[in-house]
Every structure is written in C-alpha cells, then in structure tokens.
C-alpha cells in the first residue's frame, strides 16, 4: 500500500514536472528558526533570531513540540547563493503549507498563497512554487528566506513536499528582467493603456503574485497593471519579446499606447475558442521595433479579467528576452523520463 501510494505521488509530480522542468540546485529540508506570533519585522535579515527555536522542515508544528498551537507563526532560513547560480532562472519551492503563506526574501515580499483573517482562505493542499527575481537575491553572499505562517486549527506549518531553490531548464533567459513593483488598480476604463496616462495614485502591486495575496481578497473581474521602464540596451540587437507568466484568466498587452496581443476572451466578445484553463498558458508577446523608445521612458499596460476565485500575473518570470533566446526555448532538449523520476525520488526521500 505505501508504495502504491508512493507511485501515485511520483506520477503527480512527474506531471508537474513536464509543465515546468526545475532541478533542486539547493536543498532546503531540515533544520530552520522558528517563532509563535506574528511580526512584519521578521522578514527583515537584521532582526536578530537567535533566541528562536530550532524545528525541523517539513513536518506540522504540533508534532515538532508545539502541540495545541493555533494562529501565528514565522519560519526563518539563511542560505548562501552561488554564484554560479546567477544565470540561472530558480524558483523556490516549499512544499505545502498548512494553512496560508506569504514569502519574503531579503525583506522583499515574493508572493503567497490563500489569504489571511479577516479574509481567510485556507489553502493547505496547493503546492508552493515561487519564482525568484534576481534582484532580490544576493549571489556569492548569504539570503534570508522568511515564511509567514497561518493556521486556522488542528495541525499547521510547512508540512510536505520538495523544499529547496530550483533552476529551471526548459525557460528563456530574460535579458531584461521587470518583476517586482508595478502600478495597480481595479476597473476597466480604455485610457489607461495610454502613455500619457497619470497611474502615481494607482497602488504598488508585486508581480506575479496574486492580487488576492495583496489586498484584493474579494475582487473578481477587471484590472490594470502597469509598468514605466527604460529598454536595455542589449535588446537592440535583437529581436525583443515580453514575457508575462502566467495570468489568471485574460489579458491584453498594450505597448507605449498600441495593443500587441492578447490571449482569450473578454466578456462581451465574440468567443472563438475556450477561455478554460488560459491560466495555465504562458505569455509571450512579440514587440514590434517600430513601437520602442531606446532613449526615453516605454509603459507596458496590461488590461486582466479574472473570471472568478483568484486572479491576476501570478507566475514568472516578468521581463524582456529576444527572438533567438526565445526560440532556443523550443529546441532545447528535454530530461527523459528516468531522470525526472530519479529527481522526484530525491526530492521526496
């Protein structure tokens, strides 16, 4: 029975693996500082956690000598980067959380999952894997990786699954990298994908992470993010593409004011095709040369409908990459299947 029970996990996680090829560059099960309570200034690497608990991960707090705990509670793990590391797109994955999770890393917020009170939605079940933009990391010097923990009742904490920092194989390279801080708010109105466009009083929002994870519980429909930055040199000599993630469920991309792509239907269209699991397509979008300002300020504005549940550029990775990179994306060689499942094995054993 435990080694049925054994293939069935390895089947899932082979399948997840198909989807996204990661490889554990750093394994991050074992020993990691632990707290009751809650304090937005456990994220920070200066606050001092030695007087913290020691407890093992993954494993439920209250097998690991807290038993009853309900509520609160902050883990803490310093990891050192090489940096050999620094080419490389890496996730960070923890497994399952049990209940709500949000993840920072150098004090800077990197996403989360479910929702805490007042708005509470448990998600115990899902797995956490989390995209890792390189400037918030530290390469060749040490990381702090702080997790917010909540637990409604009965067992609680980090509690099954791969822990550790991934690279991912089968993804382009950005050459410009536009994760992080992008401007944000609800509504629909067909100005705003205009250059000229006043966002200073829209709110600062993390992409990708969910919008429910930043304030935005209850909100379903449409949204608009947008992002002022100034184009990488290196991109004139090729081809750029934008790269988005992943985005739940809508989108249409708008360039310096010009619509280059969208994917799905908004309501009201005509639908010629399933809106149904859009959110699992990866984005890219090809910018025409013509539409680029290589010496001034350029907006990307993204228009999103969410169609119920959570919404919004969930997943990286956020940035800029060129044609050829891209394309290198759809020749490069896949692991076989006994390598894929002698890392399942790994991860889980």
């Known amino acids: 029975m435990k080694i049925a029970s054994t293939l069935v996990l390895i089947t899932l996680f082979y399948c997840t693996a ?16 632990f707290q009751v309570g809650d304090d937005i200034e456990y994220a920070d690497p200066n606050f001092d956690d030695s007087q913290w608990d020691k407890i093992e991960v993954p494993g439920f707090w209250e097998d690991l000598g807290f ?4 509520g609160y509670a902050w883990y803490r793990v310093y990891v050192k980067l090489p940096g050999d590391l620094r080419e490389k797109m890496l996730y960070l994955r923890l497994g399952r959380i049990n209940d709500v999770d949000m993840v920072y890393v150098n004090n800077v917020y990197l996403n989360g999952t479910g929702s805490f009170p007042p708005d509470f ?4 079940n899902e797995e956490r894997t989390y995209y890792l933009p390189p400037n918030t990391l530290n390469f060749d010097d040490v990381n702090l990786i702080a997790v917010r923990v909540y637990d409604v009742g009965n067992i609680g904490g980090i509690y099954d699954g791969p822990l550790g920092i991934y690279s991912r194989q089968d993804v382009v390279q950005l050459e410009m990298d536009l994760s992080g801080t992008w401007k944000f708010s609800t509504g ?8 000229e466009y006043d966002d200073s ?4 929002i993390t992409v990708p992470a969910l919008w429910e994870t930043q304030g935005y519980r209850w909100h379903d429909g449409y949204a608009w993010y947008r992002k002022h930055f100034t184009m990488n040199k290196e991109l004139a000599k090729g081809k750029p593409i934008l790269v ?6 809508i989108d249409e991309i708008f360039f310096n004011g010009v619509r280059i792509g969208s994917t799905g239907n908004f309501p009201g269209e005509q639908a010629g095709y399933s809106n149904v699991n859009y959110h699992l ?3 890219y979008y090809y910018i025409p040369r013509h539409l680029i300002k290589w010496n001034t300020e350029n907006l990307i504005a993204i228009r999103v409908y969410d169609m119920g549940r959570v919404g919004g550029i969930y997943e990286g990775p956020i940035g800029l990459t060129t044609q050829q990179e891209f394309m290198k994306k759809h020749n490069r060689r896949k692991k076989s299947v006994p390598d894929l499942i002698n890392d399942l094995i790994d991860d889980w054993f």
Do not use: C, M, V
């Open 67 to 70: 038993p009853g705990y309900d």
């Open 244 to 249: 988005l993630g992943k985005i739940n469920d």
């Open 201 to 204: 009083g829209w709110d600062d």
């Open 188 to 195: 629909d109105h067909k100005s705003w994908s205009d250059l």
């Open 281 to 283: 397509r990866e984005r």
């Open 121 to 124: 939605r448990a998600a115990a």
């Open 18 to 33: 198909i989807a996204r090829d990661l490889r554990r560059e750093i394994n991050l099960r074992g020993e990691w500082r």
